[in-house]
């Protein structure tokens, strides 16, 4: 059990196009999921919590404009990177609360901006 | 701003062999975790520790935690190849469940 999955694993867009990519959950409910961004050899960054049935809330200094979040359903959450720029290009990681202090990482989507 | 910071930041061992990886922080978090994190996937969780000491262990690994939720090291004996990867530890940050900070992370290489 406890299981997240991401859609897509990796994705090429040119520049200032939209992608939009979705976590799920697939054998629970989350009413709360994450969002993360990693660099290649660093360590992950939280953007935005995602609240199902209320807007997100996001960490200083990322954009709620450029990284759209709908958590549409208890089992799915959507990021849309808009007007994408090559500085956007990133290993993007959701997570969902499975139970207290226990929550599970999709597996992360590639993301390349030409 | 909470920071964690872990040590160290490389560790290439041979099978077999023990190690330890640190991760310290000048403030205290509701709960701590250490995560496995392969290329190209996300983090897996290991072990969370939360308010109270209590302990939940999901892996193989063993964990020490010093002053609880704020300094923690964990402990690998007889490391096999299997256990390559960056290990993460994690804070919850307490004001919101949830929302965790990392380390930058310990990158393992065991050596058949």
């Known amino acids: 059990g406890a299981v997240v999955s991401q859609h897509p694993s990796w994705v090429i867009c040119k520049s200032g196009t939209s992608v939009k990519i979705e976590c799920r959950s697939l054998d629970f409910q989350a009413t709360t999921m994450f969002w993360y961004r990693q660099f290649p050899k660093q360590s992950l960054m939280l953007m935005a919590t995602s609240n199902e049935g209320s807007k997100a809330t996001y960490e200083q200094g990322v954009e709620k404009d450029k990284f759209l979040i709908n958590h549409a359903s208890l089992t799915l959450s959507t990021l849309t990177v808009t007007s994408a720029h090559p500085e956007d290009s990133s290993f993007y990681i959701c997570?969902?609360?499975?139970?207290?202090?226990?929550?599970?990482f999709g597996p992360g989507t590639r993301l390349t901006v030409t | 701003t909470q920071l964690l910071e872990q040590s160290p930041q490389f560790l290439s061992i041979q099978e077999g062999e023990n190690l330890t990886v640190y991760c310290n922080s000048s403030?205290?978090?509701?709960?701590l975790q250490w995560y496995r994190q392969e290329p190209g996937e996300g983090p897996v969780l290991l072990v969370t520790?939360?308010?109270?000491?209590e302990v939940k262990k999901l892996k193989r690994p063993t964990f020490q935690f010093g002053d609880a939720r704020k300094d923690s090291s964990l402990h690998i004996t007889a490391a096999q190849p299997g256990d390559t990867g960056l290990y993460l530890c994690a804070g919850d940050r307490g004001t919101s469940y949830g929302k965790l900070t990392f380390g930058q992370g310990t990158i393992l290489t065991v050596h058949p």
């Open positions: 997570s969902a609360d499975y139970r207290p202090y226990e929550q599970y």
């Open positions: 403030s205290v978090f509701s709960s």
């Open positions: 520790v939360v308010t109270g000491g």
